[in-house]
């Protein structure tokens, strides 16, 4: 029995539910395995490591900040993410979902990343959903042609491993797939916006606190440590009494809305055997 490991970072759940699409179709098809999810976004899991089981599939899915993987998940894959020793590394699917704006370097440095951690990358994804602080950026993406997608693409990815194609697998990222980006990858920083709570609203549950990936919310959720926070929005995902200044989204949605325009499609790397 094989068994397809989840291993995601997703404030807001986009990246979540493209790995879950992924995984479901290996599980579904003829490796039928047991599946089991690694969230990276957990708080408070900071030193919980998890010993991949040999013999087994990772899915690596994270979204896109700034044409980047986001700092805190890359940390989290090379600090938690064990694999075994051993002359045959574990395939992994990688995945990045971005805004549509673009994924720059995203899904290379998650390849780098994934090979650094000890696997290897049989295929890869740059999916597009909806950009979570501009929502009408891709808004309802992905939708059903998105995900007739991803499976397609799981399919063969599922077909590739279990024929035992191994030839253009096992490349990996350096020489099997032609992921795009470049090296040294471009710079971005993390900045945190103001979060407005509105505390008519607020019922002071501390949800927020809870959630927060990087324990930057204080625990009745009023103050931010903003030495912590990611703008990941999922405190904001998860909850109507907080939001961002309108001026922040406004000025972003001016910033990017050039560069956001028209409907991106979803780009599949697979080894060239794969896609015939
Ligand atoms: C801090 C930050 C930076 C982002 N940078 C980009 C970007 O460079 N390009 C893009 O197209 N979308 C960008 N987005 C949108 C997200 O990549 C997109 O909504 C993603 O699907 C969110 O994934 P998640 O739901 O798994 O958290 C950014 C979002 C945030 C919060």
Known sequence: MKKVYEIIFSPTGHSKKAAELIAGELIAGELRGQKKTVDLCLPGDEERETAIEAGSICVFSAPCYG???????????????????????????????????AFEDALLELADLVEKAGFRVAAAAALVAEHNIVHEFAAGRPDEKDEQQIRAFAAKARQFLNEGAESGLKKGAESGLAIPGNRPYKTWKASAPDIIVDK???????????????????????RVDRGKCIGCMRCLAICRSRSLPPAYVSGLREKIAPACQGRKENLFFLPSDACK
Not at 211 to 216: D, F, L, V, Y
């Open 200 to 222: 008519s609203t607020c019922v002071y549950c501390g949800m927020c606190a809870l959630k927060c990936p990087t324990a930057a919310i204080s625990k009745d959720g009023q």
């Open 67 to 101: 044409g980047r993987v986001p700092q805190t998940a890359a940390e989290r894959i090379l600090k938690r993410i064990k694999a075994p020793q051993g002359k045959e590394k574990i395939p992994a699917i990688i995945c990045v979902t971005y805004g549509n704006r």
